[in-house]
T-cell receptor, first 113, second 112 residues
Framework: ETGVTQSPTHLIKTRGQQVTLRCSSQ?????VSWYQQALGQGPQFIFQ???????GRGNFPPRFSGLQFPNYSSELNVNALELDDSALYLC????????????FGPGTRLTVL | GQQVMQIPQYQHVQEGEDFTTYCNSS?????IQWYKQRPGGHPVFLIQ???SGEVKKQKRLTFQFGEAKKNSSLHITATQTTDVGTYFC????????????WGLGTSLAVNP
């Protein structure tokens, strides 16, 4: 086990709603990255937080936003949910910023109806 | 845009047979990482390769990084049912060094 935890495990929302997903990073890790993994696909990078600042972003619209807290835990917020947002959302912590080894949490399975 | 491709997409083998998955990047990579995701699970880091031509072994798994640092392979000798899962390669995006680009993965099924 990596020590990275995520909540909730599963979530069902309807189109237009907003959702907040949470992640606690592994002890000693100050960097958190969020990924979206659609069924049968590889993880897609959403963004990365380092010491409470967003320091890298993938090709996701602004309705995907995040926060990192002083204890390095993190939140992913998605506004105005769309059907295509249905996916597994993975949080990964790493010891260093950039593309250092990613230690993944178990993920949150989001279903948008 | 920059892409990382993996082949094959799926592979079925009999237990005891060997298995290889190949990863090809459209650009030179500073490093390449391999992850394994069991069905219903999350990606788990296996290894990182950094040097041109590098070869690393983990028990029955052998990882190679090409001389041009644009391709890589993972070879499993004498597969076991515990090897079942999807194997992903990932490399840093050239335009944003915070971003990993992932292949679509190779799903391995092992018949006992």
């Amino acid at each position: 086990e990596t020590g990275v935890t995520q909540s909730p495990t599963h979530l069902i929302k309807t189109r237009g709603q907003q959702v907040t997903l949470r992640c606690s990073s592994q002890s000693g890790h100050n960097t958190v990255s969020w990924y979206q993994q659609a069924l049968g696909q590889g993880p897609q990078f959403i963004f990365q937080y380092y010491r409470e600042e967003e320091n890298g972003r993938g090709n996701f619209p602004p309705r995907f936003s995040g926060l990192q807290f002083p204890n390095y835990s993190s939140e992913l917020n998605v506004n105005a949910l769309e059907l295509d947002d249905s996916a597994l959302y993975l949080c990964a912590s790493s010891l260093r910023t950039g593309t250092d080894t990613q230690y993944f949490g178990p993920g949150t399975r989001l279903t948008v109806l | 845009g920059q892409q990382v491709m993996q082949i094959p997409q799926y592979q079925h083998v009999q237990e005891g047979e060997d298995f290889t998955t190949y990863c090809n990047s459209s650009t030179t990579l500073s490093n390449i990482q391999w992850y394994k995701q069991r069905p219903g699970g999350h990606p788990v880091f296996l290894i990182q390769l950094v040097k041109s031509g590098e070869v690393k072994k983990q028990k029955r798994l052998t990882f190679q990084f090409g001389e041009a640092k644009k391709n890589s392979s993972l070879h499993i000798t004498a597969t076991q049912t515990t090897d079942v899962g999807t194997y992903f390669c990932a490399g840093p995006y050239a335009g944003n060094n915070r971003k990993l680009i992932w292949g679509l993965g190779t799903s391995l099924a092992v018949n006992p």
